[in-house]
């Protein structure tokens, strides 16, 4: 959603750098440069407006003055006033002293309350809550159905009495809904509300009723993130009508130019709570004005990156295959294992959108193909156990019955078992540095010092297959390298590094083999 926007910001910054200092004029150049970027994305002009009266007043302080790098200075400026607009910090949800937590979802129709019903259900329910959801929306055509199938879905109850198809009190639903979690003790109550084409009194009423009927703890008002400039003044309706604590951006995932979410914040004084970036459950996460900043502004948003990690990767996995790598038993069997891991944490352009400098190859990015993965996930599987385990026995036959199987060519089957070869050794390497956990590298080193002691024992006694085995460790000994990721370390130990595949023909390109491959790792 914000890749034009991105685009703009880097080509103002891109033109700040190098030079020494930054003249009144320069200031005022980059002040509009950044206004009119702002204002193609559909931002708010009063937001447009205080944003760069904020950077240019900052722009022209001693702070940038005194700096030795004024460009890097005035990046900085405009990362901490978006991370302002956007809300300032990271806000979580009230519980009640006493539960139940009573939480009113409102907004207009079409924005996602139902589906997103769910996947609060979902989110709060892997929290360790008992969340209800409550159909209140009994105006529209299958609400309450749909509802009744999220909540399935979501593993999650939902408390439906009346059919709905304009049947029924949702005040009275609302209400008998409470009493029903009290009853059963569940300690969140989600109600979902009717909403409408446009901001009409007759829904502000309904809303306001439902309010006081169940006094909620928090009121999210949901908002289509691509509806632009509308986005302002439907969220101040609301804001006048029904009062809300927060907000929830939907669709986040689309190719609107995402003014709503750097405008609702500041105008309406509430905090983007969450937000939902696609249709499946798993969608939906907190908002953290700061990530989504260091985004816009090509920084990356390693943290992010690293939940969803810990989320797809079992710490108890993570450790048994840094171990295997270490020790050189990373097999095509546990390639696939980890292909398959990281299909679970989204599509792997958005994942390597999320690595810093990554903007920078926006194009490449966009020619990323899950299809791709799919593919190699297919050439493994059409492998015998055997060969999976030892991928040096197969020979041109048995690469021949693989390309068949797999419905790829020869060539590609080459190409993957090239960059899998590639792969072993740099995985071995991370594995063998900072990436391991602490407790394992302690270990590590100790084995270390044991087998040290033992090839001086082995030089003493010219035992020669000692020797021999003591050169083959200090040759696989890891010569340095980029630490590992890891949940039990530094971020993600086992999982491969899929950044470079961009750059070398792993992915994108509808599977088409590079002119020249390369090894990727």
């Known amino acids: 959603m914000f890749d034009t926007l991105s685009s703009r910001l880097d080509k103002v910054f891109t033109s700040l750098r190098g030079r020494g200092r930054l003249t009144d004029a320069d200031i005022d150049a980059t002040a509009r440069e950044i206004r009119v970027a702002l204002l193609e994305a559909d931002v708010a002009l009063p937001v447009v407006r205080g944003f760069v009266a904020a950077i240019r007043e900052r722009a022209r302080g001693a702070e940038v003055s005194a700096s030795l790098n004024p460009a890097q200075q005035v990046i900085k400026i405009v990362n901490e006033e978006l991370v302002g607009i956007l809300g300032g910090g990271t806000t979580t949800l009230r519980f009640a002293k006493n539960p139940p937590t009573v939480i009113l979802l409102a907004g207009l129709q079409g924005t996602g309350k139902t589906t997103l019903a769910g996947k609060l259900g979902h989110w709060l329910k892997a929290q360790g809550h008992t969340p209800l959801l409550v ?27 009346e059919p709905g198809n304009g049947v029924g009190d949702p005040v009275r639903v609302a209400r008998d809904a409470l009493a029903h979690a009290r009853r059963h003790v569940f300690d969140v109550v989600v109600v979902d509300t009717a909403g409408r084409l446009g901001v009409d009194e007759e829904l502000m009423r309904q809303a306001a009723d ?69 249709e499946a459950l798993d969608d939906f996460d907190v908002f953290h004005p700061e990530r989504m900043a260091s985004r816009i502004l090509g920084m990356g948003d390693m943290l992010t990156l690293i939940e969803q990690a810990e989320k797809a990767f079992e710490v108890e996995q993570a450790e048994a295959m840094a171990v295997k790598m270490a020790n050189s038993e990373f097999t095509l069997e546990d390639f696939l294992e980890q292909m398959l891991t990281v299909r679970k944490m989204g599509p792997i352009g958005n994942l390597l959108g999320m690595l810093p400098g990554m903007g920078q190859i926006k194009d490449q990015l966009a020619q990323v193909d899950d299809r791709d993965l799919d593919r190699v996930v297919a050439i493994i599987r059409s492998m015998t156990p055997a060969e999976r385990q030892d991928p040096k026995i197969l020979q041109a036959s048995r690469k021949a019955r693989v390309a068949r199987g797999s419905g790829v060519t020869v060539t590609e089957v080459n190409q993957l078992l090239d960059r899998f070869g590639e792969a072993r050794k740099m995985m071995r390497q991370m594995a063998g540095g900072a990436g391991l956990p602490a407790g394992m590298a302690r270990a590590k080193a100790a084995q270390a010092r044991k087998a040290a002691k033992k090839g001086k024992g082995a030089r003493r006694s010219g035992n020669p297959a000692a020797r021999a085995a003591q050169a083959q460790e200090r040759r696989d000994a890891p010569q340095g390298g980029p630490p590992a990721l890891g949940p039990g370390g530094n971020g993600l130990e086992g999982m491969p590094d899929l950044s470079s595949l961009i750059q070398q023909g792993g992915f994108g390109g509808g599977g088409t083999p590079p002119r020249n491959p390369r090894p990727g790792r």
């Open 135 to 161: 159909a209140a929306d009994l105006q529209r055509p299958n609400a309450v159905n749909q509802l009744q199938v999220v909540g399935q879905r979501a593993g999650v109850e939902v408390f439906a009495p």
């Open 210 to 278: 439902i309010r006081d009927a169940v006094s909620p703890n928090e009121i999210l008002f949901v908002l289509d993130a691509m509806i632009g400039q509308d986005a302002v003044s439907t969220a101040q309706a609301f804001a006048d009508g029904v009062g809300f604590t927060g907000v929830v951006l939907t669709k986040l995932d689309g190719d609107a130019r995402g003014g709503a979410a750097l405008s609702v914040a500041r105008v309406t004084g509430a905090p983007i709570m969450f937000a939902s970036t696609g």
